[in-house]
Structures are given as structure tokens and as C-alpha cells.
């Protein structure tokens, strides 16, 4: 039968249909498909092939293999100096692809690194990396595409990673007793703290940092110690027990802990004097130098006596980061000095390990480390020295005795370091001794014996006595016990008097509770045959109640002292004189050691003044005041309820330290911090 084509505006394929029949089993040869696609068209004729059993191979190819790439996460955020959350990544197999996957990174800002920094993946199986930012990493956005490749195969996966720069804590360090080489207890830095927000509502006991011994040096403070990859705001602790810890300020928790101990040795006992008990380690502040070293380094005395009863005495170095020795460390300390004073031999005065402990806070003066020895109670023979030793070679470089050809005088100062001026001259204030009555043309005494003395070292070349004040009575003050070595000096500014002369001071007290100001220019030497102080620049008597052993603190153009017994007092200092009587005292009062107190505030405002009621048998107490009337008590540790800030026993000689925000305290057991309470 003939069929004619219709006209169709579209493509019309006549197609046969095998197997097709009408009614009649008459094949149907043809069927009409209009509006017809070339590709449907296709199908249609391999389905057609299908049907007939027609074999197409060969002319239609497999499924193609491949594989996907996908990341977890897909953004990511990671601080500067830190560690981001791993990331995951994983090739997905398409159409039973089996091949290894070699995945690299790239766009990685500069400052980061992935660890591992490139993947083999099996697919189906997801493997991480890590996203690491160097502390100096700057802020930044930016995509970092992991590209996964498999032969001719590659896809890439995108990552969105911001680095977050360290925001910089203007918070300085703290890296010696008293807060510089002048001793005036100042830290001008501090933005937190004001008397604002210092009281029992918003302030108070935020943590304590417990430790293995007693804490008689004051807490030292690094901002921004790298440790690895991670950033730490870094206290340092000392304790009599020979041992150093580093805490993170912030967070309490503890980095590090080295005992300084060497194998087989114990810390000292306490010698037969009760001053420092049971034990004798780490009595006085470390020292520490940012520059020194990798990392920075600490250097601390510490005393220790090995299983065949010998006691020694010797310098450490550990780094700030991780607390390992440095090199060289420690050094065995000894020495001898020309003279015939006591345990002398052959002419040598010879230091005896033994006999002394250092008490005084180090100094780190021009590449050295200056030292002051104290002894046990007044346990003889001992006589007065100091020493300096290199930093960097850990050798000594300096030694001086004050009591060459005599006996005592040693260095206590209640803790507080040998001071130091902008010529790398030092200051401090001996104790009891043998001073010569005898003196030479140039007014020194003949046997070099400076028992008693407030007195100034040259470090230029050889130490020496470059000046120094002794007291017109001092022999019978030695006699008494009452000298002036139970106090500590500081270093005062330039002080410009009514004309405009400028006058280079220093100031200290001691057991006979009269403050002395000295000229750094002329010390005044010794009244020879007077019966008067008009030798030296200034004295203030009958205005401290009690013995000083303790040191000022400066701030402002005002001194802060904290006798025994007494309360804490502000004396001004007017056209370069002291006041003759104080301007503001605390209610409080101080029973021994006093208090040695320190200052916080932002520049010239914000003043605080930190004082400690301490003592190894009673509860400590920290007080707060406003530095421009010592009247107006901002918070003291026993104002809130339930004791919520009480802290413990304190120790002698102990000053706070206060810096970002924080205020540490030495204890009996560990250091206490106070701070910002939270909501």
C-alpha cells in the first residue's frame, strides 16, 4: 500500500518498527514521527538496535572515571601565632574511579603554613591538614585552593582563610625587681586598673598560681613569649625550693617548670637562722634579658648542698620560653679578694659558700650580672661582697668586698638590688660592719672597710667604692644593729631646685628610721669628729614610726614609704628637697617588715599605690590607694564578703607586682592574683 508523505514544517522520519503488525499479521514497515530532535532521534534508533538484538559496540564508549574534591570546612579563621581547626579533605570516586589522588596547596597568605603541606588521598577516604600562622603573620583574606590531581585528571577545591594579626599588648614587661634599675616600683604603663574600677565590687583574688616552696623573690613578667606557635603573656616564679615556673598570665595555667636542683642535692637547710626557713633556694628576684639567648633568658642564684654536706652556690640561665639551661649554666660561684679581714687566708679574704645567701635581687647592668651576698642572721665569719659575673660567657668579670680587712657588712636591703643611674653607677645601702674611722686625704678610709655606709660602686673597669655616706655615729649604730642595710635605695629623676639647678639623688632608710638623701655628686663621705649628718644632702627625722625594711616607691614627684609599725606615708619632693613631714598617710598600718610598696598608672594619671600587709605568720593583706591621697583607701583584700579574696599567709619582704591588669603577690605557697572580676 502506498503511503504518501504529508508536508510537515518540521523534520518528519519515517522509521521502521520491526516486529510491529497490524491485525492481519502484516508487518508494519514505516511509522511517522514528527517534531522529531536528531538526538531523540538517536536514542530512538539505539533503542530500536536494542530491540531488533542488534549489538552497538564499539560505536558507544563505557562511562567515563573521575572524582570529586571537596573541603571541610570552607571557611576558616586562624590568629596569628596559632593553630587552625584541621581541615578535611576528601576525593569522591565517580563511576568507580580507583586511582591516588596527590592533592597540592596553594595561595597560602605569607606567615602560613599547612602541616602536612601536601596529601595522597585513597578515594572515599578524607585526610587533614593543618593551617598554622606565624606570630608576625599580618592580617589578611584570602582563597587557598586545594587541587586534587589524578593523571590527566585535576579539580580544585576552594578554602576562605583570614588571619588574624596579634593585637599588641602595650603591657611592658617586667623584668626586674621594682620594675627598672632605679628601684622606684613605677610601672606608667598600666591602662586596665584605675582607681575607677579598683574596688571589693569590681576587683578582687582572681586565681592563685600554686608553687613548691616559699616566694621571696618578686614574680617577673614577659608580654608575648612565643612558645612554639602559641603566644603567652609569661609570669616567672622563683621559689626557695630551687624551682622556676613560667604561667600564663592570663589563663593561670602552668608552661613550664625546671627544678635548678643538679642531681643529688637538696636546697639548702636554713643555716641555723630563721630569716629564710625551712629551706634556702631561690631567695632573691631573678633577672631577665629579652635579647639574650633564642628566646630570651632568666638568670636567678640559687643555693643547694649536695649528699656530702657541702653547700653551694650557683648562677643559672634558663630560657625564657622553655625553661632549658642555657649553655654553660649554671657556674659554680666563688671567689677571694685581697685582705686579712675574717675567713681570710694568705692574704685572701675567701668567700665560703656556706656563710651567705643571696638576698638582694639581681642587677643586669651593661652585659653583667651584679650580685649582693647577705649572711645568716649575724652568724660569723662573713664579710661584705659583690660580684659580677658575664652574661653572655657566664664567667666572673667583677668582685669587690666591702670588709676586706674587717668583718660583716654584708648586703640585705629587705630584697631589693643594688640600683643603678645613667652612668652605670651603683647604689645601695650596707648593713653592719667594720668602717674605718681613719680616713685618707680623699676622705676614703684607709683599710677600705665601708661597714654602715650608703655607698656608690663604679663599674668602670674594676669595682670600686667611687663615693659614699656614713653616718657621724655610725660604729655605734654597728654596734647596736641599728644600720642602715635593713632598707632599700632607689634612684631618684632629676630633681631641679628654686634656681633651676639640677641635682642627681638617691634615697634610702634603715634601722634607725631616718630617710637620707644623698647627691649622687657627693655622697658626703664621713663627719670625721662631728656629731651631725650635715655631711650628707638632706635627712628627714621623727616622721617614720618605725625600723625600715623595706624600699620607697616613686611616682609623681612623691615618695611612698612603709616603716615598721607605721602607716604607709607620702612625702613630696619640692624644688629637689624631701618634705619634712608627709602629705597624706594610710589609716592602715604595717607591722613588720613594713611594706614595700609599688605604683601602677597611665602615664602621670590613674595613680595607684600597692601596698602588702605580709607576714610568714599571719594572713596577707593587699591594699590599694590613691596616689594622691594616701587617706583615700581604693580596696584592701578583706573588704568582700565570706573572705572571697583572702589569700593566705604572706612572706617578709615581698612587693607586688602590677602589670596589664593584674596585681601578683608572693606567698608562703604560690602567688596570688588579683584582678578585673568578671560579670
Request: contains cysteine.
Amino acid at each position: 500500500m502506498h503511503i504518501r508523505t504529508p508536508r510537515l514544517h518540521n523534520p518528519v522520519f519515517l522509521l521502521p518498527y520491526p516486529g510491529a503488525e497490524d491485525a492481519r499479521g502484516k508487518s508494519l514497515p514505516l511509522i511517522f514521527v514528527r517534531r522529531i530532535t536528531l538526538a531523540a532521534c538517536a536514542l530512538i534508533c539505539l533503542e530500536l538496535a536494542a530491540c531488533s538484538g542488534v549489538s552497538n559496540s564499539g560505536s558507544v564508549p563505557p562511562p567515563t572515571q573521575d572524582f570529586t574534591l571537596a573541603v571541610t570546612p570552607t571557611s576558616l579563621t586562624v590568629q596569628a601565632g596559632g593553630v587552625g581547626s584541621p581541615v578535611s579533605v576528601k576525593a569522591t570516586a565517580v563511576n568507580s574511579f580507583l586511582e591516588p589522588v596527590t592533592v597540592t596547596i596553594t595561595g597560602l597568605p605569607a606567615g602560613v603554613t599547612a602541616d602536612p603541606s601536601s596529601l595522597t588521598l585513597a578515594p572515599g577516604v578524607a585526610q587533614s591538614t593543618t593551617l598554622i600562622a606565624a606570630s608576625s603573620a599580618a592580617a589578611a583574606t584570602a582563597t587557598v585552593t586545594f587541587t586534587g590531581t589524578s593523571g590527566s585528571l585535576t579539580h580544585p577545591a576552594p578554602l576562605n582563610l583570614t588571619v588574624q594579626a596579634i593585637v599588641t599588648i602595650h603591657a611592658p614587661d617586667v623584668t626586674t625587681y621594682h620594675d627598672d634599675v632605679a628601684r622606684d616600683g613605677l610601672n606608667a604603663q598600666e591602662t586596665i586598673l584605675t582607681p575607677s574600677n579598683v574596688n571589693s565590687t569590681q576587683f578582687g583574688k582572681i586565681g592563685f598560681d600554686t608553687v613548691d616552696g616559699r616566694v621571696d623573690a618578686e614574680p617577673l613578667y614577659l608580654a608575648n613569649v612565643a612558645v612554639g606557635t602559641v603566644q603567652h603573656n609569661m609570669l616567672y616564679v622563683a621559689t626557695e625550693h630551687d624551682s622556676v615556673y613560667a604561667f600564663d598570665a592570663d589563663t593561670g595555667a602552668q608552661v613550664w617548670k625546671t627544678s635548678i636542683l643538679p642531681s643529688g642535692e637538696t636546697p639548702s637547710d636554713n643555716r641555723g637562722c630563721s630569716q629564710v626557713s625551712p629551706e634556702i633556694g631561690i631567695s632573691s628576684t631573678p633577672v631577665i634579658d629579652r635579647q639574650q639567648g633564642a628566646n630570651g633568658t632568666l638568670f636567678a642564684v640559687g643555693m643547694s648542698k649536695d649528699a656530702g654536706g657541702t653547700y653551694h652556690q650557683r648562677l643559672y640561665a634558663l630560657d625564657v620560653a622553655l625553661g632549658a639551661q642555657a649553655a654553660g649554666s649554671p657556674v659554680e660561684i666563688a671567689a677571694t679578694y685581697p685582705g686579712t679581714g675574717e675567713n681570710s687566708s694568705g692574704g685572701n679574704v675567701v668567700f665560703d659558700a656556706k656563710q651567705y645567701k643571696q638576698r638582694a635581687a639581681l642587677l643586669l647592668l651593661n652585659g653583667n650580672i651584679y650580685m649582693g651576698w647577705s649572711s645568716h642572721c649575724d652568724i660569723q665569719p662573713y664579710t661584705g661582697w659583690v660580684m659580677a659575673y658575664s652574661e653572655s660567657t657566664h664567667k666572673q668579670t667583677q668582685v669587690l668586698n666591702l670588709t676586706p680587712n674587717g668583718s660583716e657588712g654584708s648586703v640585705w636591703m629587705a630584697g631589693d638590688g643594688l640600683a643603678a643611674d645613667s652612668d652605670a653607677n651603683l647604689y645601695f645601702l650596707d648593713a653592719n660592719g667594720t668602717f674605718d674611722t681613719t680616713v685618707d686625704v680623699n676622705g676614703f678610709p684607709t683599710m677600705g672597710d665601708y661597714g654602715n655606709g650608703f655607698i656608690e660602686l663604679s663599674t668602670n673597669g674594676v669595682l670600686s667604692v667611687a663615693d659614699y655616706f656614713e653616718p657621724y655615729n655610725t660604729v655605734s649604730e654597728s654596734s647596736a644593729d641599728q644600720d642602715l642595710g635593713s632598707g632599700g635605695a632607689v634612684v631618684l629623676p632629676d630633681q631641679a631646685d628654686a634656681l633651676g639647678a639640677v641635682h642627681h639623688l638617691v634615697v634610702g632608710a634603715g634601722k634607725d628610721s631616718i630617710i637620707y638623701l644623698a647627691d649622687r655628686d657627693n655622697m658626703g663621705k664621713f663627719n670625721s669628729g662631728g656629731s651631725s649628718n650635715s655631711n650628707i644632702y638632706q635627712t628627714i627625722s621623727g616622721q617614720l614610726a618605725g625600723q625600715v625594711f623595706s624600699t620607697p616607691a616613686f611616682f609623681n614627684g612623691v615618695l611612698y614609704y612603709g616603716a615598721v609599725g607605721d602607716s604607709l606615708k607620702a612625702f613630696p619632693i619640692i624644688n629637689a628637697k624631701l618634705a619634712t613631714t608627709p602629705s597624706s598617710q594610710s589609716a592602715a598600718t604595717f607591722a613588720y617588715p613594713g611594706t614595700t610598696p609599688a605604683v601602677s598608672s597611665n602615664g602621670a594619671t590613674n595613680g595607684i599605690v600597692w601596698a602588702v600587709e605580709s607576714g610568714t605568720s599571719s594572713l596577707a593583706v593587699l591594699h590599694a590607694y590613691d596616689s594622691t591621697n594616701l587617706g583615700h583607701e581604693l580596696y584592701n583584700s578583706g573588704q568582700a564578703a565570706n573572705g572571697r579574696d583572702s589569700f593566705g599567709n604572706g612572706n617578709k619582704f615581698i612587693t607586688p607586682t602590677v602589670v596589664n591588669g593584674k596585681v601578683y603577690v608572693g606567698t608562703s605557697a604560690g602567688v596570688a592574683v588579683f584582678g578585673l572580676l568578671g560579670p
